[in-house]
């Protein structure tokens, strides 16, 4: 599992900040996860063969997390995109990016879906035999989802050496790999978890932003491994996170605890903080596992 | 009258690269020109006061000539303008700029005032004593305006020394540099052209992107001083002019050289070759005063 952002400040692009934006890929799928404005220059930036990513996850319609994807799709139109491109975001995002389209008489080459998004409660919008994404619900100034990305348990691994020496045949081994007892070249019924172990854990990661707090959320994120929460602001600012429906590096690091998260990731920095080290500083006294989130930055899982 | 170049290449912007823009100041107006996604970072980075814009033009909607608009219109906002601004361009540009603010539950604390065009022959659009902005129809795949802004014929200059030889009051000065006769103290009649010198002459600037090769434009552009005109392609690439409806850096100079302008300025290069000067040496071979948009770059006039 790997975390590129390319993106991740509020409000405004500048010369050096870029709105929200990131990259996850999980189980060799690419998911893109909001589109500030720039995003397509990010992803040529950071060397990211964005002709792979087919699902986009817009958390909301504010422009910082948006403004950027009708030039990505317009983009995937110059590149002679041929594959499905699925977008999932709050309603009104298909007539605003068709309006677009329209506009400027163009159409897709490629097939474009949209998923609108409306439900007040999580729900599984993209699922297959791999992984699955559900919305997480989130208090903001508009209708508002995070995400889950949740990988399914994979396969056992299976124990080469010992099958070999219960005499089974290589063409059982992806029963083995299944779970599944088998029988050997000697009418053996073999235990699976003689030759097999467990595979790899399911790993999982939350994207929550934009966010006033809210510990509505804290049961879905329960034991997640990964968790990128909102901290615009500072505790000092604390009085600002309720007109604005954002959160503070401490209440994201109240989230984590709360949640028994492993790691969490800050990011949606205000740009009137000079530091960031600040927010990190800050979260630790209530979450020890903090990484910031840094425009161009990866985290490997 | 300055000319700073924010982005002047065709189709996507890129990480080296950005998308139609430009800023035109021209009697201590400051005009923006076309807005491809990421010119609110262009304007940031190129220094320039961008809240002093009030008039924004927009050539077409195809993408790389607006995308950026909402994104400025937007950071208006958080910058808490309060000055009017308006923007001229073709109909649709308000009904996804506002769809665009409703969906994200923003409005702007500014007046924000569209001008839609929809005339097929040269209008002017926005004038004052000083200067006017008048279309220029163009050919393209989509409907598309120019502009030709214009000084107007300032004040004649005062010979101080001469109005003092003749004795003349000092509060007639205002109206010698209107062009009057006065009296001076002695009662003797003053012709206006023994203490006064022409103005400066009236400048122009002409934004011609993106266009097909079309001598229609010509008379409208005749002896400006300053022609910006697109050149998406070189003469090797001519068969493509037609169906994209872009010109050549040929044509282009050819444009010129038989409007009689002062200067060509060439730009929208398609970011299919890697070397701009190219564009210049073909055109030289038609017309000889020719220079090189880039982004970043700056012409004063």
Same mark, same amino acid.
Request: proline share 4%; glycine share 6%.
């Given at each position: 599992?790997?975390?590129?952002?390319?993106?991740?400040?509020?409000?405004?692009?500048?010369?050096?900040?870029?709105?929200?934006?990131?990259?996850?890929?999980?189980?060799?799928?690419?998911?893109?996860?909001?589109?500030?404005?720039?995003?397509?220059?990010?992803?040529?930036?950071?060397?990211?063969?964005?002709?792979?990513?087919?699902?986009?996850?817009?958390?909301?319609?504010?422009?910082?997390?948006?403004?950027?994807?009708?030039?990505?799709?317009?983009?995937?139109?110059?590149?002679?995109?041929?594959?499905?491109?699925?977008?999932?975001?709050?309603?009104?995002?298909?007539?605003?990016?068709?309006?677009?389209?329209?506009?400027?008489?163009?159409?897709?080459?490629?097939? $474009? &879906?949209?998923?609108?998004?409306?439900?007040? !409660?999580?729900?599984?919008?993209? @699922?297959?035999? %791999?992984? *699955?994404?559900?919305?997480?619900?989130?208090?903001?100034?508009?209708?508002?989802?995070?995400?889950?990305?949740?990988?399914?348990?994979?396969?056992?691994?299976?124990?080469?050496?010992?099958?070999?020496?219960?005499?089974?045949?290589?063409?059982?081994?992806?029963?083995?790999?299944?779970?599944?007892?088998?029988?050997?070249?000697?009418?053996?019924?073999?235990?699976?978890?003689?030759?097999?172990?467990?595979?790899?854990?399911?790993?999982?990661?939350?994207?929550?932003?934009?966010?006033?707090?809210?510990?509505?959320?804290?049961?879905?994120?329960?034991?997640?491994?990964? $968790? &990128?929460?909102?901290?615009?602001?500072?505790? !000092?600012?604390?009085?600002?996170? @309720?007109?604005? %429906?954002? *959160?503070?590096?401490?209440?994201?690091?109240?989230?984590?605890?709360?949640?028994?998260?492993?790691?969490?990731?800050?990011?949606?920095?205000?740009?009137?903080?000079?530091?960031?080290?600040?927010?990190?500083?800050?979260?630790?006294?209530?979450?020890?596992?903090?990484?910031?989130?840094?425009?161009?930055?990866?985290?490997?899982?």
């Amino acid at each position: 599992m790997k975390l590129d952002i390319l993106g991740c400040y509020a409000a405004t692009p500048r010369s050096l900040t870029n709105p929200t934006s990131q990259v996850l890929t999980m189980q060799n799928q690419m998911f893109l996860i909001d589109c500030g404005e720039g995003t397509q220059v990010q992803l040529r930036k950071n060397k990211i063969k964005f002709g792979k990513i087919e699902h986009i996850f817009i958390s909301h319609l504010h422009g910082d997390h948006f403004y950027g994807l009708i030039g990505l799709i317009s983009t995937f139109m110059l590149l002679n995109r041929e594959k499905e491109l699925h977008v999932y975001g709050p309603k009104g995002i298909k007539e605003v990016i068709l309006l677009q389209l329209k506009l400027s008489n163009a159409w897709t080459p490629y097939p $474009l &879906y949209f998923h609108e998004l409306t439900s007040t !409660e999580p729900e599984i919008v993209y @699922e297959n035999n %791999k992984l *699955s994404v559900e919305t997480i619900p989130l208090k903001h100034r508009v209708y508002t989802n995070g995400f889950l990305f949740r990988e399914k348990q994979g396969d056992r691994k299976l124990l080469v050496e010992e099958a070999k020496k219960y005499n089974i045949d290589v063409t059982l081994f992806k029963s083995l790999k299944k779970g599944k007892d088998v029988v050997s070249e000697e009418g053996e019924l073999i235990k699976n978890e003689l030759v097999t172990e467990p595979g790899d854990a399911p790993k999982s990661y939350a994207f929550c932003s934009d966010t006033v707090f809210s510990e509505n959320i804290i049961p879905q994120l329960s034991n997640i491994d990964v $968790l &990128y929460h909102e901290s615009t602001f500072l505790e !000092e600012q604390l009085k600002l996170t @309720e007109p604005t %429906k954002h *959160s503070t590096a401490k209440q994201a690091a109240t989230i984590a605890k709360k949640a028994n998260v492993k790691q969490l990731i800050l990011g949606h920095y205000s740009t009137r903080y000079p530091d960031i080290e600040l927010f990190e500083k800050e979260a630790e006294e209530v979450f020890p596992n903090v990484s910031l989130a840094e425009d161009g930055k990866s985290f490997e899982f």
